[in-house]
């Protein structure tokens, strides 16, 4: 309901002390593309990464299942909010937002903390023998179950392995043990209640 929208953006922004104006969320879909932005960037582009290094521009991304994951370059002041469902793991969006952290900002990534918000679990997400052979020609075998009639993916696995294989520490990466489909009474999940379900926001600010 675009009214319910607008109203839980609106309350959003209300508790944060910001005008709504002043929150940017990209037209996912899936992909891998990554978008600079800061606040005279037009809204509503298409990507399922953003970085900004404005302070007071909130930036996220919406999920109900996939894998948020928020970072933070604290030297050099630079954030990032990266939308990986399992394309955009397959795809390595989060070491390409990453990659252009590094380049566009000089980050290092021993600089940068990360959070991987919460998502679908190991336990939750099954999936076609089709995708897992996806994630196994992808290096990803070990984030695969098979202790299932069906695969199940390790989306959170996944993605630390490419925050770690890009030189963020272990220690800087904190993986949020909360799973969406198991926790539908609170969260969503477009698993337990179809694509038509709510979406959560994840988001970052630099104040």
Not at 84 to 97: N, P, S
Request: charged share 20%; with cysteine.
């Amino acid at each position: 309901d675009p009214r319910h929208v607008t109203f839980s953006r609106n309350l959003y922004a209300d508790c944060l002390g910001i005008s709504t104006e002043k929150m940017w969320f990209p037209r996912q879909v899936h992909g891998t593309h990554v978008i600079i932005v800061d606040s005279s960037t037009p809204k509503g582009q298409q990507a399922d990464a953003v970085i900004t290094y404005e302070r007071e521009l909130l930036i996220g991304v919406s999920t109900a299942d996939c894998v948020p994951v928020l970072l933070y370059d604290r030297c050099k002041q630079v954030i990032a909010a990266v939308h990986a469902g399992w394309r955009g793991t397959i795809g390595r969006i989060v070491e390409k937002t990453v990659e252009a952290m590094k380049s566009n900002y000089e980050c290092h990534p021993s600089d940068i903390l990360a959070v991987i918000c919460p998502s679908i679990s190991l336990e939750s997400f099954e999936v076609g023998s089709e995708v897992a052979d996806k994630f196994v020609n992808e290096g990803y075998s070990d984030c695969i179950s098979f202790d299932y009639p069906k695969p199940h993916i390790d989306l959170w696995k996944a993605n630390v392995k490419q925050l770690v294989a890009m030189g963020i520490e272990e220690q800087n990466i904190d993986c949020s043990p909360i799973c969406t489909f198991q926790n539908g009474d609170i969260l969503f999940s477009a698993r337990r209640l179809g694509i038509e379900s709510g979406r959560m926001i994840s988001a970052i600010m630099m104040v």
